[in-house]
C-alpha cells in the first residue's frame, strides 16, 4: 500500500527533494554539460571573406578533470582561423601541466591571450553572498575592496611561457598583430586584468593600427571603464569573458550578478556598447569553468564560443 502523508507534510517533502535536485543537477550534472556557442557578428570590412574566431575563457582548471581537457582539445577540430583566450586558465596551481596538454592541440593555431585574476593567483574560499554585496556597494575585487591577505601565487610563467612558444600573442596592456593563413592581418589590443586593477589603458591607447583587415580588443573582465576606451577608440569587436554569464542564473529572469559593474543583462553573449556616439560589438562568455570551491553551475551551461565574422552590412 502506498503511504499516505498529510498535505502539511508533503509540501515541505517535495520542497526538500527539488531543492536536492537542484543542487546536484548545478554540482554534478551542468558544469559537465559543455557547449560551443555559435555566432555571427558583422564586423568586417566589404570583400573579406568570414573568420572563424574560436574564444576560450574561464577554464578554471583543477587537477583531474579529465573530461574538460578531452573537450577542450576537441576543439581543435573546429580548425578555427584564430584562437582567443581570455583569461582565468587555472583554478588549482598544480594544475598547469593539464591546463597545457589541454589547449595543446589549439595552440597549432595562430591565437591570443590575456590573464584574468585566478591566472595569478588562487582561489580562496569565500562567501558566495558577497557577490550579491559587491552589486550593491559597486566595489568588486580589487576595485573599491583591500588588498587580499595570503593569497597563492600560481605557476603562471611557464603557461605564460608556452603560449608565447607556440607563437600565441600576448595582449597584457600590449599590441599585437597576427597574420592568418589566408593573409589577412589582424591588429589586437589587449589589457590585463581590470579585476585586480592592473588595466593600463593608457599604454595602449589611440585607436586600432588603420592599416590592418581587422582590428580586436580584448579582455578579461568587461569593466564599463575599459569598454568606454576601446568603443571611444572605434574598435569594432571588444572580447570578454570573466562573468561566468551569472554562473547560477534564475530560469526566465537571467544573471543575478557580473562579478564586475557591467550589468546583468550583458552577463553572457553578444551585445552593443555605445559611449559619445560610437558603437562596438562586445561578446561576453559564460566560460567553461568555475571556481574549484564554487563548482556550481545553473541555467548557464560551460561554453566555448565559435564566432564568425562577416561583412558589415
Known sequence: MRARYPLSLSVPLGVTAAGAACLVYAGVIEPRSFRLRRVTVPVLPRGMRPLRVLQVSDIHMVSGQNRKR???????????????????????PEAVPELLDALGPLMEFPGAYVFGSNDYYGP??????????????????????????GAIHNPWEGMRDTFDAAGWV???????????????????????????????????????????????AVVHAPYLRVLDAFT????????????????????????????????????????????????SYLYVSAGCGANRYTPFRFACPPEATLLTLIERP
Open 70 to 92: 578531452r573537450w577542450l582539445q576537441s576543439l581543435a577540430g573546429l580548425r578555427p582561423d584564430l584562437v582567443v583566450n581570455t583569461g582565468d586558465n587555472l583554478s588549482d
Open 124 to 149: 580562496k574560499l569565500r562567501n558566495p553572498a558577497r557577490y550579491l554585496v559587491e552589486k550593491a556597494t559597486g566595489r568588486h575585487g580589487l576595485n573599491g575592496n583591500p588588498p587580499a591577505v
Open 170 to 216: 600576448g595582449l597584457s596592456n600590449a599590441r599585437g598583430r597576427i597574420k592568418l593563413e589566408g593573409g589577412e592581418e589582424i591588429a589586437l589590443t589587449g589589457l590585463d586584468d581590470p579585476h585586480i586593477k592592473r588595466d593600463r589603458y593608457d599604454e595602449v591607447a589611440g585607436g586600432p593600427d588603420q592599416d590592418a583587415d581587422l582590428p580586436l
Open 232 to 279: 571611444a577608440d572605434r574598435y569594432p569587436l571588444i572580447l570578454a569573458g570573466h562573468t561566468h554569464g551569472g554562473q547560477l542564473r534564475i530560469p526566465f529572469y537571467g544573471a543575478l550578478v557580473t562579478n564586475c559593474d557591467l550589468d546583468t543583462d550583458r552577463a553572457s553573449g553578444l551585445s552593443r556598447h555605445e559611449v559619445d556616439g560610437h558603437r
